[in-house]
């Protein structure tokens, strides 16, 4: 069984830190957190210059140095991710798969033309980062401190060029819930998210703004999200929205398989492994819309559900599709919430972490 994270480095960065006065957690509603509405009081900054990354800095949230000439916002140079730290039941904080969250950071930006982040500098920024703020980390069941790690060009002009300057950021801030309920999926016929040989497998910035459009006509329709398909016959499902999507027809978990326009989920590799450790079937490969018409039809398909850092495990108990509403059961013993508790009894460390997913900050 691979032990796929190596530990964590602890040793305190070189790296100036600039600590706030004025801390604002005490106008948190920790009872009712929402997603992404929130920050927490420090951020991290480092800046690529010259070919060689400058010194770091922790610093109070505020606004930024650049003027409107900054090339991310004209050219999309632009990539992030999204991963979460949890408070452990013995007050300790850890954070779940760092690693793969940086490999992945860099497999993003390498598409994009944009620099190499080094793991020292990711990894130094986010755990001293975590150690700042780890007030903010909260500690109730759905709960976590969401962390958004990104790169992006800054340098300041508007030839249609690469950057030259980039800089890393991390943003944090404290989330419940992405979901509260079963969410209904509309498969996506007429737009496309991603095409072979494009970013459909990075966590661009462009992929989420070039979808917003779909989304907004689903939602009109009633739906919480799309479920993208293929680019040429808008037949085999992908994705849906922010998050992987996964099937569980016949008892067996079926999930699409990755290619160059799906993003490569770790919440989604982490399932399929704890389903395989389980000794659940699982299959990656092409899944059509008709087969899950079929599906449904004569009764095997039993559940439907997405997998995302920010969505966790979110059931889908309806597909629409040309109109037409096939509607999925999601049981509350079924795989979907077994998945959900075996994942987070690793993250809030009452089960073992069989896998060294978890990282403690100190
Ligand atoms: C995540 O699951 O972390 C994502 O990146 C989705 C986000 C756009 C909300």
Redesign the pocket.
């Known amino acids: 069984m691979g032990n796929a994270d190596s530990p964590t480095i602890k040793e305190p960065a070189r790296m100036k830190i600039i600590r706030t006065t004025q801390s604002r957690i005490s106008e948190v509603d920790f009872s009712n957190l929402g997603f992404g509405n929130r920050v927490s009081d420090h951020t991290f900054e480092a800046v690529y210059k010259n070919g060689a990354w400058g010194e770091g800095i922790i610093q109070p949230y505020g606004p930024m140095r650049h003027g409107l000439g900054l090339h991310a916002l004209h050219y999309g140079q632009a990539v992030f991710e ?1 991963m979460k730290a949890y408070r452990q039941g013995n007050g300790r904080v850890a954070v779940f798969r760092p690693e793969a969250n940086w490999a992945r950071l860099n497999r993003s930006g390498s598409r994009l033309l944009i620099p190499e982040l080094p793991k020292e500098i990711f990894m130094e920024s986010l755990f001293e980062l975590l150690r700042v703020d780890q007030a903010w980390v909260p500690k109730e069941e759905e709960q976590a401190l969401y962390i958004r790690p990104f790169l992006f060009g800054s340098s300041e002009f508007i030839t249609a060029r690469p950057s030259e300057e980039y800089t890393f950021g991390i943003v944090t801030g404290p989330v419940g819930a992405y979901y509260s309920k079963p969410v209904k999926v509309k498969v996506e016929d007429t737009y496309t998210r991603a095409a072979s040989g494009g970013v459909g497998y990075t ?1 661009a910035a462009g992929n ?1 703004g070039g979808a917003f459009y779909a989304s907004a006509q689903a939602q009109k329709e009633g739906f919480n999200q799309v479920l993208w398909t293929d680019h040429r016959e808008h037949t085999y499902l992908e994705e849906a929205g ?1 998050m992987n999507v996964a099937f569980v027809i016949n008892d067996v978990l079926v999930t699409p398989a990755l290619t160059d326009r799906i993003l490569a989920g770790i919440t989604r590799d982490s399932i399929l492994t704890l389903c395989r450790h389980w000794g659940v079937a699982v299959e990656e490969r092409l899944i059509s819309v008709h087969e899950l018409e079929e599906a449904s039809a004569n009764g095997s398909l039993q559940e439907a559900f997405g997998m ?4 966790v495990v979110s059931p889908i108990d309806g597909i629409g599709y040309k109109g037409n509403l096939l509607s999925v059961p999601a049981p509350l013993d079924g795989l979907a919430m077994r998945v959900k508790k075996g994942l987070a009894d690793i993250r809030f460390g009452r089960s073992e972490d069989l896998f060294g997913w978890m990282q403690p900050i100190d």
Do not use: F, N, S, V
């Open positions: 999204g966590k989420y922010t995302g850092t920010a969505a």
